[in-house]
């Protein structure tokens, strides 16, 4: 096989040893905070048709232009999920969640595909953790939204996070503002990149948030200015209530987010440790998707966060120390002590505390330097002389730590004592 096989496809990538802790902190984290907030778990498929992205994401939109990772098995199109929320849509609608009674607060977390160009913060496929809340309009939800994101992010110890807040509008006012735009853009266009120009016809809106031409476009008319009363009572309720809490953000008149659905709120989380790929995590609300796809008029709000980009964030911000100390090492000596060993360590895992052993036939001496390699708490020792007596050597491994003979029968008691609680 050639070496190049034996690499992982460019934009993908493994994770282990301590990203590996911070990938599962990440998700053990959402599981907490969503749950905290009265969100239960989804899962969807990884594909879905190819139809379902195109309508719910946008025709106009990069993702569904460029980005997607498209594959026709039969006469059906199908689609590598690039985002969560039009999976779970799709779900919501499917299982007639919107027949049941209220507001329904789903969670769920796993891999997107998307068709990017990769660098640092940028994958191919990429993880998300990210809530949809159905069937509400009130602008505390929307508030409560953003704060449990804010939260999700302090739960790891990631500080430093900002939050960008803007108003989109609805179908009702977007269109007048559109032409408002279009008006303050035209004269700007000859000296505004291929792509803006381009976004002209089809997307006015994302012109805002080109970062090559910021320069030239900070000063155009700001959606918040062009709202229509509903949208603007929504907005202001939005931020009264975050003002309330004590939730920092800044009104931010380029956010546009890079999907159609959004309506009214829309909110991104940044944070300087990423580089060019700053946003964190970002979503919005989308009152018009669910009736796009099939449904009936169900108001909406929902985010997403990058997981990798947390990594990479708990990584610069040296957010805790990853790696779970192993509770207990067993050195088992010789034939008899080995396989001894195996049966203690069974108990001592019964009991609900980590252990692991040799299984390689190493000395002592190479036995204790893997347990300090393994930050072992505790070392249990067990040769012929041991078995002999019935007793095991249970050793306190931090520094000055004793060291004592403990009877078979009465050993688990003694890890119990001396494994510090919280871990
Ligand atoms: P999004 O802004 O496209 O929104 O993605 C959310 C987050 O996913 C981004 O802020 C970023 O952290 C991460 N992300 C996106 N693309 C990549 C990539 N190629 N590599 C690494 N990380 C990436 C959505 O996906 C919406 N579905 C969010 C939402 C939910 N809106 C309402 N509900």
């Given amino acids: 096989m050639s070496n190049e096989t034996l690499r992982c496809i460019e934009g993908t990538r493994d994770y282990f040893g301590e990203d590996g802790n911070r990938y599962e902190k990440a998700f053990a984290a959402a599981a907490n905070i969503f749950s905290r907030y009265g969100y239960e778990k989804i899962s969807t ?19 569904v232009e460029k980005e997607m ?40 977390g796993g891999p997107m595909f998307r068709r990017e160009r990769p660098q640092k913060g940028r994958q191919r496929q990429f993880h998300q953790v990210g809530i949809e809340a159905l069937g509400s309009s009130d602008p505390l ?46 004269p700007l266009l000859p000296t505004l ?9 089809r997307n006015i809106l994302r012109v805002l948030d080109c970062k090559h031409c910021a320069d030239k476009t900070k000063d155009l008319p700001a959606s918040y200015d062009n709202l229509c009363d509903c949208c603007n009572d929504h907005f202001e309720a939005v931020k009264q209530s975050m003002d309330a809490s004590g939730t920092q953000y800044v009104i931010d008149a380029s956010l546009v987010r890079g999907l159609d659905y959004y309506t009214q709120t829309v909110f991104e989380y940044t944070h300087s440790a990423l580089g060019a ?9 989308y009152d018009g998707l669910v009736e796009e796809l099939g449904g009936p008029v169900t108001p909406a709000v929902g985010f997403a966060i990058g997981v990798e980009r947390v990594m990479i964030a708990m ?20 034939d008899a002590g080995h396989r001894a060993m195996a049966g203690l360590l069974a108990r001592v895992r019964a009991a609900g505390m980590s252990a692991d052993m040799d ?10 330097r893997a347990a300090n390699r393994k930050n072992a708490l505790l070392t249990l020792i067990l040769g012929e002389s ?38």
């Fill in 45 to 63: 498929p990884v594909f879905e048709k190819t139809e379902l992205f195109a309508r719910g994401i946008g025709e106009a939109t990069d993702i």
């Fill in 69 to 108: 990772y498209t594959f026709k098995p039969s006469s059906e199109s199908l689609t590598l999920r690039p985002e969560g929320t039009a999976g779970v849509v799709r779900a919501y609608l499917q299982h007639s969640m919107h027949k049941q009674a209220g507001l329904q607060k789903l969670w769920y």
């Fill in 141 to 186: 939800l929307d508030a409560e939204v953003i704060t449990m994101g804010l939260a999700f992010y302090a739960s790891l110890g990631i500080t430093g996070i900002k939050t960008r807040l803007n108003s989109i509008g609805c179908k009702e006012c977007r269109p007048g503002y559109r032409e408002t735009l279009k008006e303050a853009v035209k």
């Fill in 193 to 201: 990149c291929k792509s803006c120009n381009s976004r002209y016809e």
């Fill in 277 to 285: 790929q700053d946003a964190i995590g970002g979503g919005g609300r």
């Fill in 315 to 334: 990584e610069a911000l040296s957010c805790c120390n990853c790696t779970a100390p192993l509770m207990v090492y067993g050195i088992g000596l010789g």
């Fill in 359 to 368: 299984y390689e036939g190493r000395s002592m001496k190479a036995q204790m």
């Fill in 386 to 423: 041991e078995l002999e007596k019935g007793i095991v050597v249970v050793k306190d491994m931090k520094e000055g730590g004793s060291q004592q003979e403990v009877p078979f029968d009465q050993f688990l008691e003694t890890l119990r004592k001396l494994v510090p609680s919280g871990i």
